[in-house]
């Protein structure tokens, strides 16, 4: 089954404790991206992955950070969590850089105290 | 830069009833647009898009979508809506080339149903 997974679903960690989420896809797409989703603010992306090893910033990237050295692999590390990070968070990717149908995966719910 | 709005946060409707989300986008050339549906706990699913041609495109669930160039909108419609339909919306619109494509999404509709 094509699918986007992502773990863990839900995480409460403390301020300042190094997390990561990971991404996975198994549809040998090229491009993979994460969104956080906050009340009121609709989706924005963070980063974005055009292939492997090329990563770029989103609209929101700012205490994140990300690697890209599998295709199928995308995790997003918060090396400082802070408080404004708690949000739903959401990997998702797409065959290449056209608007072809973007997969999301199913969400991890991060909170941060 | 593109930007998208949807300007009604929450709609009610009754199970049965016809249904019109609306979608207004920003962006200077022809736009790719998307709507997508989230139901709780879940991620999101594509309903439907439109690249060109047909101005009215057909999606999955029974939803289809009208772009309208003059009124810069996309708005959503389904003719009688299921109580499974209740979930949040959203429309999305695709800009840029190469390496800054992306997707803006708008900051959703949520739609209850009642029965």
């Known amino acids: 089954e094509a699918q986007v997974t992502q773990n863990p679903r839900y995480l409460i960690t403390v301020t300042g404790k190094k997390l990561t989420v990971t991404c996975s896809q198994n549809?040998?797409?090229?491009?993979m991206s994460w969104y956080r989703q906050d009340p009121g603010l609709g989706l924005r992306q963070i980063y974005y992955?055009?292939?492997?090893?090329?990563?770029d910033k989103g609209d929101v990237p700012e205490g994140y950070k990300v690697s890209r050295k599998e295709k199928r692999n995308f995790p997003l590390i918060l090396e400082s969590p802070s408080p404004n990070q708690t949000s739903l968070y959401f990997c998702?990717?797409?065959?290449?850089?056209?608007?072809?149908?973007?997969?999301f995966g199913p969400g991890t719910r991060l909170t941060v105290l | 830069a593109q930007s998208v709005t949807q300007p009604d946060i929450h709609i009610t409707v009754s199970e049965g009833a016809s249904l019109e989300l609306r979608c207004n986008y920003s962006?200077?050339?022809?736009?790719?647009l998307f709507w997508y549906v989230q139901s709780p706990g879940q991620g999101l699913q594509l309903l439907l898009k439109?690249?060109?041609?047909?101005?009215l495109v057909q999606g999955i669930k029974g939803f289809e979508a009208e772009f309208k160039r003059s009124q810069s909108s996309f708005n959503l419609r389904k003719p009688s809506v299921h109580w499974s339909d209740a979930a949040e919306y959203f429309c999305?619109?695709?800009?840029?080339?190469?390496?800054?494509?992306?997707?803006?999404f708008g900051t959703g509709t949520r739609l209850q149903v009642t029965l």
């Open positions: 999305a619109v695709g800009a840029g080339t190469g390496t800054a494509s992306k997707l803006t």
């Open positions: 998702a990717s797409r065959a290449d850089r056209t608007y072809n149908e973007q997969f």
């Open positions: 439109y690249f060109s041609g047909d101005t």
């Open positions: 962006y200077g050339a022809t736009p790719y």
């Open positions: 992955s055009m292939n492997v090893e090329v990563t």
């Open positions: 549809m040998n797409h090229e491009y």
